[in-house]
């Protein structure tokens, strides 16, 4: 199908694009004009988690330069997961796409992630960064944790994946409302996976562009993350509930 094809049957179909962020003032600015450029955007809900870096003013100037800004700032740092919750209280059109705001995921592949759910072929979308068994972008002892928390939450679950733990996840509005999430931090990948399968709904994975940045610019999750992800699947594995 034609790029063209697809944008076309897409615009029928209203976006809100959630953005997370904290302290990424040099990448914040492109990523939102790279979201606002994608025509089956309708919204992009930024929340700001309590960023000290000046972030806060860039984001300021971004929401009052585009109607399709909704700006939230946090009182104080809670987390990805919180600032994700945060964002769903407010999505108002039928898709959600939730983008990170440090460009390691390309905005340019939004389409690409919604167009299975328009197509009827899924309910949920992931964007894998695993291409042919390899984590393209990845160092390689995240790329061996990736492999990991990836295959215990398959195990547990049921679950076909490649990539569990990205940031890139699509879907409908309408599960924002059936979801009691409660993990503040990276916690939140395994949480939504959990609930994703406990439901029943349908997760197809596209591949996706990634480009994994280091921690001397600015990446945060970190091995306690990691640990905390295999208690995340234990638990959300095992309750009953989505």
């Not at 962020?21 to 004009?33: A, D, P, R």
């Not at 790329?143 to 076909?160: H, K, P, S």
């Not at 996706?208 to 091995?223: C, L, N, P, Q």
């Amino acid at each position: 199908m034609k790029q063209s094809t697809v944008v076309a049957e897409l615009l029928d179909h209203s976006v809100s694009v959630i953005i997370p962020v904290f302290n990424e003032v040099t990448t914040i600015e492109y990523v939102v004009e790279k979201v606002l450029a994608e025509s089956v955007t309708s919204e992009v809900i930024i929340v700001d988690d309590a960023s000290t870096d000046g972030t806060s003013s860039v984001l300021e100037a971004l929401s009052m330069s585009d109607s399709r800004i909704q700006l939230v700032h946090q009182k104080r740092n809670c987390g990805k997961g919180a600032a994700i919750r945060r964002g769903m209280e407010l999505v108002r059109s039928s898709l959600v796409v939730i983008q990170d705001a440090d460009m390691e995921y390309d905005p340019q592949d939004i389409p690409k992630m919604v167009q299975p759910i328009v197509d009827g072929e899924a309910d949920v979308v992931f964007g894998t960064r695993c291409n042919n068994g390899s984590f393209s972008g990845c160092k390689p002892i995240q790329a061996a944790a990736n492999r990991m928390l990836t295959y215990l939450t398959n195990t547990t679950l049921g679950l076909c994946l490649s990539d569990m733990e990205t940031g890139f996840k699509a879907f409908p509005a309408s599960i924002c409302k059936s979801l009691d999430l409660r993990e503040n931090r990276f916690g939140i990948e395994p949480e939504l996976t959990a609930k994703f399968a406990k439901l029943g709904l349908r997760i197809k994975e596209v591949p996706v562009t990634y480009s994994g940045r280091s921690y001397a610019d600015g990446k945060k999750i970190g091995w306690r993350d990691g640990l905390w992800a295999i208690l995340c699947i234990a638990r959300y594995s095992l309750t009953r509930r989505a």
